[in-house]
């Protein structure tokens, strides 16, 4: 086993399960017998899927893959079914049960479940750790189970692979770490003697981190700064979607949206890609929610930990985790849809170009050498700078067939570790987008209600490009602030002329003065006489269109 993919089998806590879960969702139902003979003959042909983990005696060394003597298939796929009504509601509550049942060790670290009784059709449920492989990996290892058209044959029988006849592993104690150590000694030799040097204080002493990870992946001068910065980055503020995790998770996921509505969104905001605008909507989405669980959102940057494909074009079936993460903030105070889809769009560019992704591989490949609790606490350290996990995989434009039926829609959702309790999940199939959400129970018990918010958020802003108030330029003539003053010029209050009004003047930091207007004017008794008095009567008397233009011209200047 590598030293990534050591990585993540030792990042198992009961409150946060390395598990990867799937599931297909079918309007039909599917013979079972069928379904475990394609399970048997194309998922388990790879060989990590009839494979068990087998950690060194000593207790010191990576563990390594050996071949299950007593694999069956019969262990690994089960049939359940929904009690009534069997609709979306019961489905999402077993599965989030599913999700939370550790895999057995003595077994390879896979189960499949046929979920009848859902609605008219049935659901095939997967869950495949993450040791296994990463999720763009499973992604196409799953759909290479699926066929093409609805008629295919059945599988055939897939050819019994023996066992190697010896092992130095079976007959030394430390023959797996004798192993360890000669695969580390390829790749990661200048690791090795690192550790050695300096023993078990590499998490108390985060620059000697900075070091290891540098001599093991060659990093230059401009890398090893990035990940310095990296580690003495402070963690995101705890919300509801981060704090202390039980075991309970839940989890959510939207209707099928069409592509062609996130296009026309894309096509007439300059540059944006279809990943832009599923982000910003998420975005929007997130401070919805927190505005409704009374969170302060106007100063509010949160980041989220995105995994990055590093495979080359052609080797998406080897499996392994052959990904990074890089972190992305997310500008939640920002209010506008269309200044908040252009400002990701800015931080998204910045991130394809820098060394982020290059850093957070080597860093993944460096912990995996640690101990387990070693290896957990570095990771919960860099893991607690994000308030979520979020993917986005493009899988197959054209419909697919599993077991002999169609394939009506595909989600799946990837672990999150350390106080992270929040996870999105963003999977195209078919010309058609499905947004997911995975959560700790006790932070966020209804993500519908965040799902929701990122349904509304995308509607508004589909409104606003089929409404023409975007314009297809570099400035953005619409805002929510300009379109709430609209309202109520149009709509002036009612107010007994004999009531206190709230002066109008601007403090020197920008904000509303608090203080009561005096009798018969528009100001407070400090800001009758202030110069800036004069120029706010000015702006009063010009027309709605010279205001605008100048809120145009302004938003220029800052763009």
């Known amino acids: 086993m590598n030293n990534v993919d050591n990585f993540w089998l030792c990042m198992d806590e009961p409150t946060n399960l390395m598990v990867i879960t799937a599931f297909m969702e079918f309007d039909e139902p599917i013979d079972f017998e069928r379904l475990?003979?394609?399970?048997?003959?194309r998922l388990a042909r790879f060989d990590r899927f009839r494979k068990r983990v087998v950690k060194p005696v000593s207790g010191v060394g990576v563990p390594h893959w050996e071949f299950d003597r007593n694999y069956d298939i019969r262990s690994h796929v089960h049939r359940?079914?929904?009690?009534?009504?069997?609709?979306?509601?019961?489905?999402?509550?077993?599965?989030?049960?599913?999700?939370?049942?550790?895999?057995?060790?003595?077994?390879?670290?896979?189960?499949?479940?046929?979920?009848e009784n859902y609605e008219n059709g049935c659901v095939v449920f997967f869950k495949i750790h993450h040791c296994i492989a990463d999720g763009i990996a499973?992604?196409?290892?799953?759909?290479?189970?699926?066929?093409t058209e609805a008629n295919a044959p059945w599988p055939e029988s897939r050819p019994v692979k023996k066992e190697k006849s010896f092992s130095l592993d079976r007959i030394l104690p430390f023959g797996s770490t004798i192993k360890s150590v000669q695969n580390l000694a390829k790749s990661t030799r200048k690791v090795?003697?690192?550790?050695?040097?300096?023993?078990?204080?590499?998490?108390?002493?985060?620059?000697?981190?900075?070091?290891?990870?540098?001599?093991?992946?060659?990093?230059?001068?401009?890398?090893?700064?990035?990940?310095?910065?990296?580690?003495?980055?402070?963690?995101?503020?705890?919300?509801?979607?981060?704090?202390?995790?039980?075991?309970?998770?839940?989890?959510?996921?939207?209707e099928p949206m069409p592509l062609d509505k996130i296009k026309t969104v894309g096509r007439a905001i300059d540059t944006t890609t279809l990943n832009d605008?599923?982000?910003?909507?998420?975005?929007?989405?997130?401070?919805?929610?927190?505005?409704?669980?009374?969170?302060?959102?106007?100063?509010?940057?949160?980041?989220?930990?995105?995994?990055?494909?590093?495979?080359?074009?052609?080797?998406?079936?080897?499996?392994?985790?052959?990904?990074?993460?890089?972190?992305?903030?997310?500008?939640?105070?920002?209010?506008?849809?269309?200044?908040?889809?252009?400002?990701?769009?800015?931080?998204?560019?910045?991130?394809?170009?820098?060394?982020?992704?290059?850093?957070?591989?080597?860093?993944m490949s460096a912990l995996g050498v640690l101990p387990p609790n070693m290896a957990k606490k570095a990771a919960h350290l860099f893991g607690n700078k994000a308030s979520g996990v979020m993917t986005n995989v493009p899988g197959p434009r054209q419909p697919l067939y599993f077991s002999g039926s169609k394939i009506r829609n595909l989600m799946f959702w990837v672990p999150r570790a350390g106080k992270v309790g929040l996870g999105i999940s963003i999977l195209s199939y078919d010309g058609e987008v499905t947004v997911g959400v995975a959560s700790d129970e006790g932070l966020l018990p209804?993500?519908?209600?965040?799902?929701?918010?990122?349904?509304?958020?995308?509607n508004y802003l589909l409104e606003l490009v089929k409404s023409g108030k975007i314009y297809h330029g570099p400035l953005v003539l619409h805002d929510r602030y300009q379109e709430a003053q609209q309202k109520k010029i149009e709509k002036p209050e009612t107010r007994d002329a004999d009531s206190p009004r709230q002066?109008?003047?601007?403090?020197?930091?920008?904000?509303?003065?608090?203080?009561?207007?005096?009798?018969?004017?528009?100001?407070?008794?400090?800001?009758?006489?202030?110069?800036?008095?004069?120029?706010?009567?000015?702006?009063?008397t010009e027309t709605e269109d010279d205001r605008q233009a100048q809120v145009a011209q302004s938003i220029a200047g800052i763009m």
């Open 503 to 540: 002066c109008k003047a601007l403090t020197k930091a920008g904000k509303r003065c608090r203080r009561r207007a005096m009798p018969g004017s528009d100001f407070c008794n400090t800001h009758k006489s202030d110069p800036r008095v004069a120029q706010f009567r000015k702006i009063r």
């Open 138 to 147: 499973l992604i196409h290892v799953l759909l290479s189970a699926a066929d």
């Open 277 to 363: 605008v599923l982000i910003a909507t998420v975005t929007g989405a997130l401070r919805r929610y927190l505005k409704k669980r009374n969170v302060r959102v106007n100063d509010l940057d949160l980041r989220v930990a995105v995994p990055v494909n590093i495979r080359k074009p052609g080797t998406e079936f080897e499996l392994g985790n052959k990904f990074s993460t890089v972190f992305l903030a997310l500008p939640v105070y920002l209010e506008d849809p269309v200044l908040r889809l252009k400002e990701v769009k800015r931080r998204m560019d910045n991130l394809k170009h820098s060394m982020d992704a290059v850093v957070g591989y080597g860093l």
């Open 80 to 115: 359940l079914a929904l009690p009534s009504p069997g609709d979306k509601a019961e489905l999402q509550e077993m599965v989030s049960n599913l999700t939370t049942a550790p895999l057995d060790l003595s077994k390879p670290l896979w189960q499949v479940y046929l979920i």
């Open 36 to 41: 475990k003979s394609t399970i048997d003959v």
């Open 192 to 254: 090795g003697k690192l550790l050695a040097r300096e023993g078990l204080d590499t998490i108390s002493h985060p620059g000697r981190l900075v070091e290891m990870t540098k001599a093991a992946t060659g990093l230059t001068a401009d890398a090893a700064s990035l990940l310095s910065r990296l580690t003495i980055m402070p963690s995101d503020p705890d919300t509801p979607f981060k704090g202390r995790l039980g075991v309970r998770k839940t989890v959510a996921w939207t």
């Open 446 to 458: 209804d993500p519908e209600v965040l799902l929701e918010g990122f349904e509304e958020e995308f």
